[in-house]
């Protein structure tokens, strides 16, 4: 999972774990009317290749 930084137009952020960007978008729409500026990724959790 991706840990997304989704910024707003008032200066604030959340931080939002999600599968892609448009469904990190999507999470704060459902809670928030603020407008969405940008989607920056914040975390992303890499698979380790054994062998």
């Given at each position: 999972?991706?840990t997304?930084?989704?910024?707003?137009?008032?200066?604030?952020?959340?931080?939002?774990?999600?599968?892609t960007?448009?469904?990190?978008?999507?999470?704060?729409?459902?809670?928030?009317?603020?407008?969405?500026t940008?989607?920056?990724?914040?975390?992303?959790?890499?698979a380790?290749?054994?062998?």
């Amino acid at each position: 999972m991706t840990t997304f930084r989704v910024h707003f137009a008032d200066a604030s952020h959340r931080d939002v774990p999600a599968a892609t960007p448009a469904e990190a978008a999507k999470k704060v729409r459902e809670t928030s009317d603020v407008i969405i500026t940008k989607v920056k990724v914040l975390k992303q959790e890499r698979a380790v290749a054994h062998g």
